[in-house]
């Protein structure tokens, strides 16, 4: 239900206390255990219209599930419109009792191809000024603070390799740092959060988002895990550019607010697009 960490597996809404599971420790991450979103059986159908195809999925998590409050109804449709390569997804969720809120996608990517060692040849743009700095557990300050003269400025297309050797030995263990995205021109509801980019191949990912945020990271616990067709994932050989509202919302009176009411609607969009230099 709500994405990246809060403080301790606590936060307090009207008045009352939750606790949540403690799966990174001493914080809650990304929803839970056994039962956070990403663990359950979502209810899918297929459409297909003029415009494209894709697949919506709907799950309702009842009250208490993972600790958290209300029965909160979720919708996420991802679709390929028709003679392009690009990728939309959009979230919906209501609920009968406030709760936080904050959905994304997990994607690892590496334009190089499947089981390619290496993330660190690739290059990242970042559309932000600033970032919310963390404390010795991931958890943010609370301040936000700018990127120049440090090595998370990616407003220029970077290298991931470049500067990572910088953060090895930091709690993040490499680049696991939450951006604040520039504000979209013109008040569109799209902005552009980042691209990626493999000059050899010339593969680049172009991501629009209605989101505040986004989480890049480098692939730091990778340690050969195992993907599809038994490929091997090494340490950093693949990231993740996380779409979000800023982590552990629910505590930072300050952040981008993440509390969805009875009666309101959570709606949230992603866009990927994916191109090969000197091609659309």
């Not at 929803?31 to 309702?60: C, H, M, P």
């Not at 407003?155 to 910088?166: E, H, Q, V």
């Amino acid at each position: 239900r709500v994405c990246n960490r809060i403080a301790n597996g606590k936060f307090t809404l009207d008045g009352k206390q939750y606790s949540l599971a403690i799966n990174n420790e001493p914080n809650h991450l990304h929803g839970g255990v056994k039962r956070s979103l990403d663990k359950v059986v979502w209810k899918a159908r297929t459409i297909a219209n003029e415009k494209g195809q894709g697949v919506i999925f709907r799950y309702t998590s009842p009250d208490g599930e993972e600790g958290y409050p209300g029965n909160l109804n979720v919708k996420v449709i991802y679709f390929v419109p028709k003679a392009s390569n690009r990728l939309s997804i959009r979230y919906e969720a209501t609920t009968d009792k406030a709760t936080p809120v904050n959905l994304t996608n997990h994607a690892y990517f590496n334009l190089a191809g499947q089981g390619s060692p290496t993330i660190l040849d690739h290059r990242l743009v970042i559309n932000a000024d600033r970032y919310t700095p963390v404390d010795e557990t991931l958890i943010p300050t609370g301040e936000i603070s700018d990127v120049e003269g440090t090595a998370l400025d990616f407003r220029k297309p970077t290298k991931i390799g470049a500067r990572i050797d910088s953060l090895t030995d930091t709690a993040a263990l490499g680049y696991d740092h939450n951006y604040v995205l520039n504000e979209p021109e013109e008040d569109r509801k799209l902005r552009f959060a980042a691209a990626l980019i493999h000059p050899e191949s010339g593969r680049r990912m172009r991501i629009m988002t209605t989101e505040p945020g986004v989480q890049f990271y480098s692939g730091n616990f990778l340690r050969g895990d195992k993907g599809k067709a038994g490929a091997v994932y090494a340490h950093r050989s693949a990231c993740c550019l996380e779409t979000q509202h800023f982590p552990d919302s629910v505590n930072q009176p300050n952040f981008p607010n993440t509390i969805l009411k009875p009666g309101e609607k959570f709606q949230s969009q992603t866009l990927y697009s994916f191109l090969v230099d000197g091609k659309k």
